[in-house]
């Protein structure tokens, strides 16, 4: 099992900065690529950002040149610095890994972003 915790969510202006990160506990082995997602109410649940094993990234396009998704070396913890916030970026965080190796599909318990107009 993989826990992954969020953590540096909050409220901010519009055009203010946040860095989410995201802890992995337990078999963390188990872990490759990881991700943010977000959902906003009555939305579904979007992919923000991904990082693979090999440190490509993939970004939506309603965060290029303002959001950025990193890792250490050891691959915990993951981070998502979001600069330039929007109104529209208020949602629900959340990390999750993917786990073909563990036939598994990690989520953290989400961080909430508020941002304010």
């Known amino acids: 099992q993989v826990q992954l915790v969020e953590s540096g969510g909050g409220l901010v202006q519009a055009g203010g900065s946040l860095r989410l990160s995201c802890a992995a506990s337990?078999?963390?082995?188990?872990?490759?690529?990881m991700g943010w997602y977000r959902q906003a109410p009555g939305k579904e649940r979007d992919l923000v950002a991904a990082?693979?094993?090999?440190?490509?990234?993939y970004y939506a396009d309603s965060v290029k040149g303002r959001f950025t998704i990193s890792r250490d070396n050891a691959k915990n913890p993951l981070y998502l610095q979001m600069n330039s916030l929007k109104p529209e970026d208020t949602a629900v965080y959340y990390c999750?890994?993917?786990?073909?190796?563990?036939?598994?599909?990690?989520w953290g318990q989400g961080t909430q972003v508020t941002v304010s107009s």
């Open positions: 999750n890994a993917p786990s073909p190796l563990c036939d598994s599909d990690y």
């Open positions: 337990g078999d963390t082995i188990c872990i490759s690529a």
């Open positions: 990082i693979a094993s090999n440190g490509s990234t």
